[in-house]
C-alpha cells in the first residue's frame, strides 16, 4: 500500500497520542464496510504518525490488516468485549522506539471485573485495557487506560468510569501520571465525564481551547446531526490526570482528524489526535 505524505511532526519531546473507534470489520456496513475503507483508515493513521494509538471496538479484521500494514508498532489486545463472538478490543498500539511498555492488564466494566460479565444494565459487556509505559528517553513513566462505555446504559457508564478509578485507587503505582482514552458513548457534559473530572483528569480538547465539536459523525461526515443537533455528539476523548508526585501533563497540540475520500470516511468516528507532554517533578527545597 502507497504510504502518505506524514502530516507536520508534533513539537519536540512531545508524545503524539491518537484514539480511534474504527468501527469493527464484521459489521455489515454495506458501502462503508471494512473492506471497502480499510487502506483510507491506515493511511489516515500513517499520515498523523503517532507514537501511541488507542483503538476501540477492533475486531480480527481491523487486526489482521493492522499487523500487515502498520509496521514498527507492538501492541496489547487486552480484554475481549461484546456479549457474543466476534468479539471486540480496546487495543492499544505504541511505537517500541520511544516507549517501553512495564506491565500490562484489564478488567470488565462489571461487578465481577475479573471475569468475562456485564452488569448496570449495560447492552454489551465491556471492558478496560490498560499499560504501564516508561519513556524509552527518560521521563516519568505513566499509565494509559483505553476503553469503551456502553452505548444504551447511563447507569453503565456512570459505574464503569467509577471502576476505573477504583482500579486506579488500587494500582501498585496508584500515584502515577494517567493517560484515559476511549469512546465514552456520552456528552463531555455527562455525569460519567463528571466522575472523572472529580477525579483530576481534564479535557485535552478544552485544554487546547477548542470550541464544541464532534467526533461521531455515522459515515457521514459533516452533514451528520444526529436525533438531536444541539447536542455535542463529542464522545471519544483524551483525558489527563497528573501524577501525585509533582508530575505534569501538557497539552502542546490537538486535533479532530477529518480525512476522507467522500462518499468514503476512514470509520464512522473521527480519530482524535492530542500531542503531549509529561513534565517530571523539579527538585524540591
Excluded at 490488516?65 to 509496521?71: Q, V
Excluded at 461484546?82 to 517501553?100: D, F, V
Excluded at 485507587?169 to 473530572?197: H, M, W, Y
Aim: charged share 25%; proline share 8%.
Amino acid at each position: 500500500m502507497e504510504r502518505p505524505e506524514p502530516a507536520a511532526p508534533p513539537p519536540e519531546g512531545a508524545l503524539r497520542v491518537m484514539t480511534f473507534n474504527v468501527r469493527g470489520s464484521y459489521h455489515r456496513d454495506g458501502e462503508n464496510a471494512w473492506r471497502r475503507r480499510a487502506a483510507l483508515n491506515v493511511r489516515t493513521i500513517l499520515h498523523q504518525g503517532p507514537d501511541l494509538i488507542a483503538f476501540q471496538e477492533l475486531q480480527d479484521g481491523n487486526a489482521r490488516f493492522y499487523d500487515r500494514e502498520l509496521t514498527g508498532y507492538e501492541h496489547v489486545l487486552g480484554h475481549r468485549y461484546e456479549n457474543r463472538p466476534p468479539h471486540a478490543y480496546n487495543a492499544i498500539c505504541w511505537n517500541p522506539a520511544g516507549l517501553e511498555m512495564l506491565d500490562a492488564g484489564g478488567f470488565w466494566l462489571s461487578e465481577t471485573p475479573g471475569r468475562f460479565s456485564g452488569s448496570w444494565e449495560t447492552r454489551q459487556i465491556r471492558s478496560a485495557n490498560w499499560v504501564r509505559f516508561c519513556p524509552v528517553s527518560g521521563g516519568p513513566e505513566f499509565v494509559h487506560i483505553n476503553t469503551h462505555l456502553d452505548h444504551v446504559s447511563g447507569r453503565a457508564r456512570v459505574r464503569g468510569s467509577a471502576l476505573i478509578l477504583e482500579w486506579l485507587d488500587g494500582l501498585e503505582a496508584g500515584g502515577a501520571p494517567v493517560l484515559l482514552t476511549g469512546d465514552f458513548n456520552c456528552e463531555p457534559s455527562s455525569k460519567a465525564r463528571d466522575i472523572f473530572a472529580d477525579a483530576g483528569f481534564v479535557d485535552a480538547h478544552i485544554c487546547a481551547g477548542h470550541e464544541p465539536a464532534k467526533t461521531f459523525h455515522a459515515f457521514r461526515g459533516d452533514g451528520f446531526r444526529g436525533r438531536d443537533p444541539s447536542k455535542e455528539h463529542r464522545i471519544d476523548w483524551v483525558l489527563l490526570r497528573d501524577g501525585s508526585r509533582g508530575e505534569r501533563w501538557a497539552v502542546k497540540g490537538y486535533s479532530i482528524v477529518r480525512d476522507a475520500e467522500p462518499p468514503l470516511y476512514p470509520s464512522d468516528h473521527y480519530p482524535v489526535i492530542a500531542d503531549l507532554t509529561l513534565q517530571a517533578p523539579g527538585p524540591t527545597a
